[in-house]
């Protein structure tokens, strides 16, 4: 079935630093693909999506391209902030609804001053 | 974005007792709303899906006689965990959607432990 992988975290970064969350999926079909983020104490929100093959989803200074050749999504950031430090989830829809996600186990991002 | 509120956000319980988690809408209507758990260092799993005034459609592996999904109007939906025991401690999130084929909006999550 369908499934989506990402890397393992959790991740450290210094301010500024350059930012890779990796993401890979195996899907039937070219389904739209998400990024959510999850601050402390908060729910799920969208950060961003791509809907096709070679879309590129941008928000808030980070980009994710689909890439179907790769079956890829990675998630960067060219310059972080502390503000960042947040849990990262990849999904894909599976069907039907935009709430029908198959999700990412999660990458735990902590942005140090 | 809409906000979706769940409450509580974290509940302890004894073994054998019942729980009651509510997830609302506060700000728009939500035909369709969907329930997740999350096993530590797990992904999110559905675990059903509830269209107002109708019954919830289960997914595989889920007892629906023992995860109760209400969906009685169109800013609440609620999911009772009925004679809980010490497995069923997960994290639990809800998502709500106005249609089909529009986002879905995340609440907080629910930390339920059974002891």
């Known amino acids: 079935g369908d499934s989506v992988t990402q890397m393992e975290g959790p991740v450290t970064l210094s301010e500024e630093a350059f930012l890779t969350i990796n993401c890979t999926y195996t899907a039937t079909g070219y389904p739209s693909l998400f990024w959510y983020v999850q601050y402390p104490g908060e729910g799920l929100q969208l950060l961003l999506k791509a809907t096709k093959a070679d879309d590129k989803g941008s928000n808030k200074g980070f980009e994710a391209t689909y890439r179907k050749e790769t079956t890829s999504f990675h998630l960067e950031k060219g310059s972080v902030q502390v503000s960042d430090s947040a849990v990262y989830f990849c999904?894909?829809?599976?069907?039907?609804?935009?709430?029908?996600?198959?999700f990412g186990k999660g990458t735990k991002l902590s942005v140090k001053p | 974005g809409a906000v979706v509120s769940q409450h509580p956000s974290r509940v302890i319980c004894k073994s054998g007792t019942s729980v009651k988690i509510e997830c609302r809408s506060l700000d728009f209507q939500a035909t369709t709303m969907f329930w997740y758990r999350q096993f530590p260092k797990q992904s999110l799993m559905l675990m059903a899906t509830?269209?107002?005034?109708?019954?919830?459609?289960?997914e595989q592996g889920v007892e629906k006689d023992k995860f109760l999904i209400n969906h009685a109007s169109l800013t609440l939906s609620t999911l009772t965990v009925t004679s809980a025991h010490p497995e069923d401690s997960s994290f639990y999130i809800c998502?709500?959607?106005?249609?089909?084929?529009?986002?879905?909006?995340f609440g907080q999550g629910t930390r339920l432990t059974v002891v």
């Open positions: 998502s709500a959607s106005r249609g089909q084929d529009t986002e879905a909006f």
């Open positions: 999904a894909l829809i599976r069907g039907g609804s935009q709430g029908n996600l198959i």
């Open positions: 509830s269209n107002e005034g109708s019954k919830a459609t289960y």
